[in-house]
């Protein structure tokens, strides 16, 4: 047997799919299972050889923003899906309102995912009412789940191999105890003000936890504000870790303090404790499952899920989250540690 899964999104994404995955690893151990993903998750896929059998590049396509398409590759794409032979293509991506008909072109036996009522559906009985505000963990063990899959648990998984733990410790991470503050995200609307992080950054080092600066190379102007609005030291690793290295950091960390992106599903992962700012996300879909080990802080807004890059309003959800507010968290995750 073979499978696709149809996920063309970004890490945090790609993360909460993966009770999913290793639910239909668990029931077909045989069958072939495939990741269809935007080039970069490539080797992403890699990291799951035990739930994934292969990855297929997709080139993007018309309407659909996570990538500019690559019209001239298109043709080769549907060309190789159809010599593929799939038996089932999982539309694992979105609502389905551009995916849906996308996907109905991959030359697959059968197909199965969500719909919006009133629009196409491929197959009543393998494609399910899309929940707007069900948790994305959840919403794709429904999908399995009706297709005959028992849930193997919602727990996140991220394998860490010996590369990720040598080029931790080539970072020469602090010693004694420390905190990770990943102020970025890849939209600006998504971001908390750097000044409140470096104030959240500053008490967290005045109670004994050294901080640690993380982010990609395009935040480094965000992660410099964070420590330029500092008053105690921190360690930048802004754009000096791979994927691997910075979730073996955030393995180590005590605490994880960030916006709503990623880092928070691979600190779910690796079971690190964290406090999380949910800025114009959709925090009921996008919260990790354990609300103990992990607090998500999201001020309600009318205009909730943002659909800017930039917020044209002022900010108010993120300005709606006080350092207090993010403070009282990170206590409360202290206490429960203690």
Not at 74 to 85: D, I, K, T, Y
Not at 130 to 157: F, M
Request: charged residues 25%; proline residues 8%; aromatic residues 6%.
């Amino acid at each position: 047997m073979k499978i696709a899964v149809f996920r063309a999104l970004q890490l945090g994404d790609l993360l909460c799919i993966v009770p999913a995955l290793r639910a239909l690893d668990a029931a077909f151990p045989d069958a072939r299972i495939a990741l269809i993903g935007l080039p970069w998750a490539e080797t992403l896929a890699k990291r799951y050889r035990r739930h994934l059998d292969g990855f297929m590049a997709f080139p993007g396509f018309p309407g659909m923003p996570e990538r500019s398409p690559d019209l001239a590759a298109l043709p080769a794409f549907f060309r190789a899906m159809e010599l593929e032979r799939f038996d089932l293509v999982l539309q694992m991506h979105g609502d389905g309102r551009l995916t849906n008909p996308l996907v109905a072109m991959m030359g697959a036996q059968a197909t199965a995912g969500f719909y919006v009522p009133g629009r196409f559906c491929p197959d009543r009985e393998r494609f399910l009412e899309w929940r707007a505000h069900e948790p994305e963990v959840l919403r794709y063990l429904r999908l399995v789940e009706a297709l005959g899959v028992p849930a193997k648990g919602t727990h996140l998984e991220f394998p860490l191999g010996e590369e990720d733990w040598i080029e931790a410790r080539r970072l020469r991470l602090p010693e004694r105890g420390y905190a990770v503050v990943h102020p970025g995200s890849q939209l600006p609307s998504r971001r908390w003000p750097p000044g409140r992080f470096a104030a959240i950054a500053d008490e967290l080092a005045m109670d004994g936890l050294q901080v640690v600066l993380t982010g990609v190379a395009s935040e480094a102007p965000v992660v410099e504000a964070v420590k330029r609005a500092m008053r105690q030291p921190a360690l930048d690793l802004c754009g000096r870790t791979s994927l691997g290295g910075l979730a073996a950091v955030i393995a180590r960390a005590r605490l994880l303090v960030a916006n709503d992106t990623g880092v928070s599903h691979i600190a779910a992962a690796v079971r690190t404790p964290s406090v999380i700012v949910a800025c114009g996300s959709d925090a009921a879909r996008w919260s990790p499952l354990d609300r103990e080990l992990h607090r998500v802080l999201a001020h309600e807004v009318e205009c909730r899920p943002c659909l800017h890059s930039e917020c044209p309003v002022g900010h108010p959800c993120a300005l709606g989250v006080s350092v207090r507010d993010v403070l009282n968290e990170v206590r409360s995750l202290s206490r429960a540690a203690a």
